[in-house]
């Protein structure tokens, strides 16, 4: 576990929604890159809203004749993802940057692109300080991509940056990349309007916007039908969605939208992340109850326990509504799993502010966190109104104390699972050997266990099958377990 602790004092993972995803770049694979003239490599950091980006871009690039490959030594056109939330996030690209500007050296017609938050963040600057950059896409303008590859293919630099009030990329069907194939992302909106005082996303992603529910539901059903047993609704605050449909007589929240995905099929796992807890409602609370296939999990990020440092957040709750809210989700969904986000050693944070966040995770008993200490971005409010002025060692220890109780309530979460039986999603082989499956159960704790059953009766699972999985024992990320027909 101790890699766990040093990956995130590092700053490394700068993605969030997904355990096994968190902070990872990949490239997608295709099953026929024949098909195709020409070759791209996407490679992708940051948030899921960023992975599920790259998989428009991908749908845009094959309709342009480029098929995908994950080697990109053979690539025509190399692009890069991009998150800015922190700045080892942004360090992590320009390193990537250094080795593929090697690359475009010795043949220098390949060409790069930037994508995504740190594209929005520098414009047309990355042209400047990184010469060999061709294309600067913001992550609004991903339409734009057949012509600006054209210019560049022409020798010239294209950048474009413009955000929208509107773009949902709504009618593109994304190229599902890297895919399992039982679990799949969903963008259910675009943009934030919270600004957060530490946040650079507001910048990067422009305004919020909810996408078309009839384009959300098509798409989940699509899924459905190709074999897909779960979606996750994406955003940076999926509970302000609202949609007023096009004939003007349907006003639908985040509640009456999950009710639609739920309703698609008993055999379809729903999930969603993120929550903002200003707006996750009681209607929200008691669809998740309703339907046994919307998952019992919510991802609560607290950020602080001190209701001083909230505020100079902007985060709009205090301590005691937090906790009030934690207190309702565990009235009305008493085996919901919660996780959190927090930052350690915010502007002007002091040790009590900082005991009172080890407090707040001792009193939610969070199952899992993201910690990060925090890392000031240039533009924010906080970089504007106050000063950055925990010194490093200090963040550093109190993250470490954070990770610390994390791990101490994260394993103490999984005994008392210890004895249960969980209904479980098979995902696939688990990653240590093929004689187990790896699947989570309703509240997103990761479940392993032996393919060979006792009993005959489960003989012939498959991945996307649902099974039922006693646990026998555990370690502090993963339950480990045994199939069973009770
Ligand atoms: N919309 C999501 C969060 C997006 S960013 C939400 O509201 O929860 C993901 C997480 O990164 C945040 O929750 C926060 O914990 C962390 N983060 C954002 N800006 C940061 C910064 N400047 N320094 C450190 N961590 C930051
Ligand atoms: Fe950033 Fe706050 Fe918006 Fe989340 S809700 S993306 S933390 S501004
Ligand atoms: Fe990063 Fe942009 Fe997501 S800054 S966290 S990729 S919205």
Known sequence: MIDFVIDKMNGDTSGRHNESRQGEAYAPFFNDPEAYSKKFYIESYGCQ???????IVASILNKEGFGATRNFQEADLIFINTCSVR????????????EYKKIKNQNPGILI????????????KFLEEEKLVDIVVGPDAYRTLPVLIKEAEGG???VNVLLSREETYADISPVRLDSNGVTAFVSIMRGCNNMCTFCVVPFTRGRERSRDAGSIVKECKELFDQGYREVTLLGQNVDSYYYINESNDETITFAKLLEKVARISPLLRVRFSTSHPKDITDEVLQTIAGYENICNYIHLPVQSGSTRILQLMNRTYTREWYIGKVDRIR???PDCGI???????FCTEMEEDHNQTLDMMEYCKYDMS???FYSERPGTLAQKRFKDDVPEEIKKRRLQEVVEIQNKLSLESNKKDIGKTFKVLIEGDSKRSDKDWMGRNSQNKVIVFPKTAENPGTAGLKKGD?????????????????????
């Open 49 to 55: 809203m960023n992975f599920a980006d790259s998989e």
């Open 87 to 98: 700045e080892k996030a942004e360090q992590t690209v320009r390193k990537r940057l250094t």
């Open 113 to 124: 692109g930037v994508l995504g938050c740190m594209a929005e963040r520098l414009k047309s």
């Open 156 to 158: 010239q630099k294209a």
């Open 331 to 333: 009235e009305l969904i």
């Open 339 to 345: 996780s959190s986000d927090i930052i350690s050693g």
């Open 370 to 372: 993201y910690m990060f």
């Open 466 to 486: 649902y099974v039922n999985v006693a646990v026998t024992d555990c370690t502090q990320a993963t339950l480990i377990g045994k199939i069973t027909c009770d």
